[in-house]
Nanobody, 122 residues
Framework: VQLQASGGGLVRAGGSLRLSCAASGRTDSRNAMSWFRQAPGKEREFVSAISWYGTIRYYADSVKGRFTISRDNAKNMVTLQMNSLKPEDTAVYYC????????????????WGQGTQVTVSS
């Protein structure tokens, strides 16, 4: 599975961005997908995850109520709508697939995209 993340950029605090992750290759595994992020000098952290049918969605407490994860299986795509962005959301955002939806450390997610930079100015 190959993952291509896009949609990052520079935005002012309070603004919005929409990240997308397109999957290609073997995409029929009824997989969960997720977003993680890593800020400079910090460890990678979980952001959100979604089940195949979208009926299960998890969010980190820090983004709950501001970010929304969704997916379109027909297009093999998962998106992360990020609203009310804060400077502390600044990080490289990575999408991942085929892992355990309850895994918030990333160790069970075998496939990762290349990351997209999100920078939120104050």
């Amino acid at each position: 599975v190959q993952l291509q993340a896009s949609g990052g950029g520079l935005v002012r605090a309070g603004g919005s961005l929409r990240l997308s992750c397109a999957a290609s290759g073997r995409t029929d595994s009824r997989n969960a997908m997720s977003w993680f992020r890593q800020a400079p000098g910090k460890e990678r952290e979980f952001v959100s995850a979604i089940s195949w049918y979208g009926t299960i969605r998890y969010y980190a407490d820090s983004v709950k109520g501001r970010f929304t994860i969704s997916r379109d299986n027909a297009k093999n795509m998962v998106t992360l709508q990020m609203n009310s962005l804060k400077p502390e959301d600044t990080a490289v955002y990575y999408c991942a697939s085929d892992g355990s939806i309850s895994d918030r450390y990333g160790s069970t997610w075998p496939f990762w995209g290349q990351g997209t930079q999100v920078t939120v100015s104050s």
